[in-house]
């Protein structure tokens, strides 16, 4: 009996060290694998990126202290293969850096060959491109918002030894209070760095507009871009107290000065351009004729008496443009849009470029008062708990959002509330597009019978247009308060 006690126990034991050593098995085999060399990463293997969401990832292991913000795939090396440059933001390091990382030939990785320091302090700013050469590796171009808001531009030259070895030059490091432009003179598909010219654009004093253009051309016995040029461009005297309070780069002293309509003197007619800027919702429009492309602005970045602005298409998020603003006056600016800057990297002339004036006394200032009706109206269209009737449909908005039903058609999507003429206009832009104009007014009666006053909301339908208004030809839609 004692004999098969022990078979049992011996039998028990077994099992139980068999399941132990599977368990401890598992265990380690899940267990990640620490890399041999930290700055090689297997193409497949996800990196934590700036912003939750964010698509874009890193395809080389960040440090601990390396926070992504951006990337672009480039050929560096000449090899056949795609690149990385992958910008960084470094705790307690105020600079963002550039980290190069080249694709290995033999396998499905990058390696990280080296890292730039550049001028750029604001993320939101920075933008980065490579111009592929004659003769030469590529040339990384860096831009953005730097010390005391200044505009820099760095080009950096990519250079490889007889081993293999990475390295750069920095051929042009170059900052502006106003402005800073790489312009391409090239005649062939790919140039050589004689093909291109740097423009830089600096106040001559604090008094006056008076502007010192420079121009830097490449010279090869000294490796960089050199001033080759320098002229005044005369400006006028800051007189004005608005002008002198834009002297500050305050942002919010920028957005006053350019809320409003802006038009080009130059041209009339149906090509007559206007610029507006919306304070209220942050767009930015383009309107020519009866075009009109509404822009949703990302990053407003101001200097002394002027301002750079990234915004995306409201149509189609994937179009961005840069546009460039100089005050050249109290009523007088000057324009560069850079058209879609995610593929167009290099300064080009766009039809937008020009001198714009402000068109007085179009819409309210912002240093006014906004008028009681429009304050009125958008009391009544932020509260969600009144519904407006009539016999053909109902109208319901709450914050942004409206529900439009008319004539058994439902329409559902975001408005906009403006004043324009002393008028107050409502713009919608429904789920499928559909982006309507709406002069709206509210028509106050007094119930005799109940001894109470009644509201009610008139729409009437209108092509607007930043010169003037047209009334479509149709009845305007009038909504009763439902009372409940």
Known sequence: MAKRI?????????????????????????????????????????????????????????????????????????????????????????????????????????????????????????????????????????????????????LYLV????????????????????????????????????DYSLHAYNFETNATLNQIHSEYKWIATANRFIKINEEKIEGNKIENPILKELRTGSLEAYKN????????????????????????????IFHIGNIEEIYVIQNMFARRFGFSIIADNSSISSIKRRIE?????????????????????????????????????????????????????????????ITWINENGFLRTNDSAYILKYNEKEEKGLFNLITFDDKNIMQTKSEANKKSFYIVEIIKEQNMKENVEELSIKLTPINF???KIEVINEKPIIFKELKE
Request: net charge negative; aromatic share 8%.
């Open 465 to 467: 247009m930043l010169s």
């Open 159 to 194: 250079k490889q030894t007889n081993n293999g070895s990475i390295s750069y030059d920095t051929i042009a490091s170059l900052n502006a209070d106003i402005q800073l432009q790489l312009q391409d003179h090239r005649t062939t598909t790919i140039g050589s760095l004689d």
């Open 325 to 385: 603003i100089d005050i050249k006056n109290i009523d007088e600016v000057q324009v560069k849009v850079i058209e879609n800057i995610a593929r167009l990297k290099i300064t080009t002339s766009s039809n937008w470029d020009g001198l714009y004036r402000k068109k007085k006394n179009v819409f309210s200032m912002p240093t006014v008062e906004e008028p009681i009706s429009y304050l009125e109206l958008k009391a009544i269209f932020s509260n969600s708990t």
């Open 257 to 284: 000065y350019l809320t409003g309509v802006w038009y080009m003197p130059t041209t009339i007619g149906d090509s007559l351009r206007y610029l507006y800027y919306d304070k209220r919702s942050d767009n930015f």
């Open 6 to 154: 022990l078979f049992l126990i011996s039998i028990i034991i077994s099992v139980s060290l068999i399941i132990i050593l599977l368990l401890f098995k598992l265990k380690t085999e899940e267990k990640p694998k620490e890399k041999t060399d930290k700055e090689e990463v297997n193409i497949n293997r996800p990196i934590d990126t700036l912003e939750e969401g964010m698509e874009e990832k890193s395809l080389i292991q960040l440090g601990s202290d390396e926070t992504y913000i951006s990337s672009f795939s480039s050929d560096l090396n000449e090899d056949g293969l795609l690149d990385e440059v992958i910008a960084v933001k470094k705790t307690l390091q105020p600079s963002i850096y550039l980290i190069l990382a080249v694709q290995k030939p033999d396998e499905e990785s990058y390696k990280k060959v080296l890292e730039i320091k550049t001028q750029v302090l604001l993320p939101n700013s920075l933008d980065i491109y490579t111009i592929q050469l004659q003769h030469s590796l590529p040339v990384i171009v860096c831009t953005g918002v730097g010390l005391n808001n200044d505009q820099t531009m760095s």
